[in-house]
Structure formats: structure tokens, C-alpha cells
Nanobody, 126 residues
């Protein structure tokens, strides 16, 4: 099992930037990839980005491509999400997650991820 703790959320004006962090502990070596999801009020949780732990390959949702950058520091077991050019529609609770054992390819569905953090609120004002 992997334990995940997010940090770095907050309130920012449109056009601003934030960096989220996700500290992982436990059986991190068993995870194929880690990712970020978000959930806005009244909406379903949606995929934002993932990074494959060993190769560093990344994949983004179209809505954030070109504005958000996912990265990881293997030595620190920490994943990051740099969010630039933020928009009010980016307002949501952001969750980090680690894939289940056996997952491969391009994990984007919630069912691909078996460990979740508690979430951190990001609010973008217009």
C-alpha cells in the first residue's frame, strides 16, 4: 500500500501559478505510475495528468496540456504539479493517486489507481 499526502493548494488569481506536491511513502516501488485528478463542486472526479515512475513519461488531459507540468523526484518519493496560466475553471480539489499493481499503458481512469491522497483545494478567482 502507498500512502500519499498532497500540499500546495490555495487561492490564486486567474493567470497565476501554483505548485502542488504529493509525498509518497510505503510500497512506492510497486506503482507503475502516479497521477493527479481533480473534482470541482457538483462534478465527477476527472483525470489531469500522470507520470510513469521509472521512465518519467507523462500524459495530460487536453484541458491542461500546455499549462500544467507533472514531474517527480524519485529520491524524495515526491510528485509535483506545476500549474501555470490558471483559469477559474481549474478550481477544484486536487488529488494525487498511485496506480494499482498490474496497471500498464496509459492509466487515466480512477479504477486504474488504488491509492489516493486526501486532496488539496485550489481556488482560482476571476
Amino acid at each position: 500500500q502507498v500512502q500519499l499526502v498532497e500540499s500546495g493548494g490555495g487561492l490564486v488569481q486567474a493567470g497565476g501559478s501554483l505548485r502542488l506536491s504529493c509525498a509518497a511513502s510505503g510500497r512506492t516501488f510497486s506503482s507503475y505510475a502516479m497521477g493527479w485528478f481533480r473534482q470541482a463542486p457538483g462534478k465527477e472526479r476527472e483525470f489531469v495528468a500522470h507520470i510513469r515512475w521509472s521512465s518519467g513519461s507523462t500524459y495530460y488531459a487536453d484541458s491542461v496540456k500546455g499549462r500544467f507540468t507533472i514531474s517527480r523526484d524519485n529520491a524524495k518519493n515526491t510528485m509535483y504539479l506545476q500549474m501555470n496560466s490558471l483559469k477559474p475553471e481549474d478550481t477544484a480539489v486536487y488529488y494525487c493517486a498511485a496506480t494499482r499493481r498490474g496497471v500498464a499503458g496509459l492509466p487515466r481512469a480512477m479504477v486504474d489507481f488504488g491509492s489516493w491522497g486526501q486532496g488539496t483545494q485550489v481556488t482560482v478567482s476571476s
